[in-house]
């Protein structure tokens, strides 16, 4: 049971360009989420989905965008990348009721040069 | 507007110690009160977890105290050891309404041996 997985682990960008964040979960959790996480800062919601077909944005939604074809995949992609975007990256995911808080990823390290 | 407010920012505790960590909230209408545990390098963890139906929740030794007059609460970990060395963050949800934590944001602790 391999959880939440993410890749990649580390990136380096240069300002302007784009990628894709992956993210998979295998235990068919109907919610998931992308938090990006920075000094003093704590946790910040990116974009959020309570199930296939459906998301919405959080707190700091601007420069990403998000979808979830599937119940198990849920990537995050950078549209045109901006220093201010280098942060690690976070996907967590949950059942629905909420018990059991989130399970979250190991991260991804972001760089935008 | 910072939903969940957490203090300190940083602890220092000798081993055997109490640790203490302080949040407080906005939100009447939260119902889960979740703390997490971060080791550098790796995803937040569940560590444990409250409802607002009770005032104290304990597993090993780590407790929560939660104060509903007050919207506060806080965690407690007795006996601390140089293991505990971690960053801890305090969140709130709302069950059921698409799962969005907001969370703390965070306290270092270091557990001197």
């Known amino acids: 049971n391999a959880g939440v997985t993410q890749t990649p682990k580390f990136q380096v960008l240069k300002t302007g360009q784009s990628m894709t964040l992956q993210c998979a979960q295998d235990?068919?959790?109907?919610?998931m989420s992308w938090y990006r996480q920075d000094p003093g800062m704590g946790l910040r919601l990116i974009h959020y989905s309570v199930g296939a077909g459906i998301t919405d944005q959080g707190e700091v939604p601007n420069g990403y965008n998000v979808s979830r074809s599937t119940t198990e995949d849920f990537p995050l992609r950078l549209l045109s990348a901006a220093p201010s975007q280098t942060s690690v990256y976070f996907c967590?995911?949950?059942?629905?009721?909420?018990?059991?808080?989130?399970?979250f990823g190991s991260g991804t390290r972001l760089t935008v040069v | 507007q910072q939903q969940v407010k957490q203090s300190p920012q940083s602890l220092i505790v000798q081993k055997g110690g109490i640790s203490i960590i302080n949040c407080a909230y906005e939100n009447t209408a939260f119902d889960y009160f979740p703390w997490y545990q971060q080791f550098p390098g790796k995803g937040p963890a569940l560590l444990i977890a409250?409802?607002?139906?009770?005032s104290e929740k304990k597993e090993g030794r780590f407790t929560i105290s939660f104060n509903k007059s007050a919207k506060q609460f806080s965690l407690h970990i007795m006996d601390s050891q140089p293991g505990d060395s971690a960053t801890y963050f305090c969140a709130a949800s709302l069950m059921n309404t698409g799962n969005q934590f907001y969370f703390g944001t965070g306290t270092s602790l270091t557990v001197i041996p």
């Open positions: 409250i409802r607002p139906d009770v």
């Open positions: 967590a995911s949950s059942y629905g009721t909420g018990i059991g808080g989130y399970t």
């Open positions: 235990m068919n959790h109907e919610y």
